[in-house]
């Protein structure tokens, strides 16, 4: 049997779709848990009549706490051979779950994944993987491209820093449920590191896996136009929370010795998250003055540890634009590297 766990907040435009296409999948062996995370719209009501529906589909709410608990609350109650996650404003293929559980089941894997397409409100567009159709990776070339990959970009990885955390989904993923209960690998809280909880938890996942397939086959659909994702919102002291985030890597490195390698990634890492701060900052939910958001990029390129890593950044393997980006970043040109985010930020809802 596999779990499919969906946490859910204020999903009433999309979570019946997305429901349905869990339930007609081809593969019908399945545990569908929803995990209501305080919603105050009628993500309730449709819930229960798709449980009243559906005697595989488990419905259990909370108040608010986030993502990350609502992900180990379904941990707990997961009890499939393998987990899915699915996020609730996001749909699958119909033979994704079967597939994935094939591929899976047949190789005795720890962990298979696929590729996605990303849904806009008037196109889709394919994440284009430059790959072979099938990519199995075992014991070392785990670690050695997969987990530091994880940890951040190093060399010509640095060219298309847009395109790091690909990898870094817990969607798209079918896990083998015994690596992830008997190693106790659960989600850290958002309240803590603010986001990236799935980029961390996979890290400690691939550092405990020794046989991977990636399936260079796009399943999963993702949503990129809802307002109430955490992507899509501002984000109180994100600064502070951000270093916590960072904080939690840099003890997983040193705490299994990986050495320099993932250390440069790390630095990496931190330098190329800059964008991803600076994006929140330019979020239409933040509704702060320009001023004022000027200043705030700012004292995110002023911060200890970005100032650090920035200094240890060398600029050769970016493309020429995100040269001049993480140039400006470098040299802490606030408002050149707000007014190339702003524009990031437009191109990205035309794109």
Not at 69 to 82: F, I, M, P, Q, V
Not at 136 to 153: S, T
Not at 302 to 318: G, Q, V
Request: proline share 2%; glycine share 4%.
């Amino acid at each position: 049997m596999v779990s499919v766990i969906v946490p859910v907040y204020n999903g009433e435009k999309y979570l019946r779709e997305c429901i349905d296409s869990i339930c007609n999948q081809s593969y019908t062996d399945l545990e569908i848990i929803i995990i209501n995370d305080g919603s105050n719209d009628n993500t309730s009501k449709i819930a229960k009549q798709i449980e009243s529906k559906d005697n595989r589909v488990i419905y259990v709410e909370h108040e608010n706490k986030g993502v990350s608990y609502s992900r180990n609350k379904g941990l707990d109650l997961a009890t499939g051979e393998y987990i899915v996650f699915v996020d609730s404003d996001d749909w699958i293929d119909s033979n994704m779950i079967y597939i994935l559980y094939d591929t899976i089941s047949d190789n005795n894997c720890d962990l298979v994944m696929c590729t996605y397409i990303r849904e806009f409100s008037n196109h889709s567009k394919e994440k284009v993987f430059k790959l072979p159709e099938v990519n199995l990776y075992v014991h070392d070339e785990v670690k050695n491209e997969l987990l530091r990959r994880l940890v951040g970009p190093i060399e010509e990885e640095l060219a298309n820093p847009e395109y790091l955390d690909a990898l870094g989904t817990v969607w798209a993923k079918m896990y083998n449920a015994s690596i992830l209960k008997e190693k106790n690998l659960m989600f850290i809280d958002l309240e803590e590191i603010g986001s990236g909880e799935d980029i961390l938890f996979n890290i400690y996942v691939f550092n405990e896996v020794s046989k991977v397939i990636l399936l260079n086959k796009p399943m999963y659909h993702y949503w990129r136009g809802n307002d109430n994702s955490i992507t899509s919102r501002y984000i109180p002291n994100f600064l502070e929370k951000r270093k916590k985030y960072f904080n939690y890597i840099k003890e997983f490195i040193i705490d299994n010795d990986l050495g320099s390698k993932y250390e440069i990634a790390l630095n990496n890492r931190i330098c190329t998250s800059v964008l991803g701060m600076g994006l929140l900052e330019c979020s239409k939910s933040n509704e702060a003055s320009l001023l004022c958001k000027i200043k705030n990029v700012s004292a995110i390129l002023k911060e200890d540890y970005i100032d650090s890593a920035y200094r240890n950044l060398e600029l050769k393997n970016f493309t020429f634009h995100w040269r001049i980006f993480y140039f400006f970043n470098k040299y802490k040109l606030s408002l050149p590297s707000y007014l190339m985010i702003n524009g990031i930020e437009i191109l990205r809802k035309l794109i």
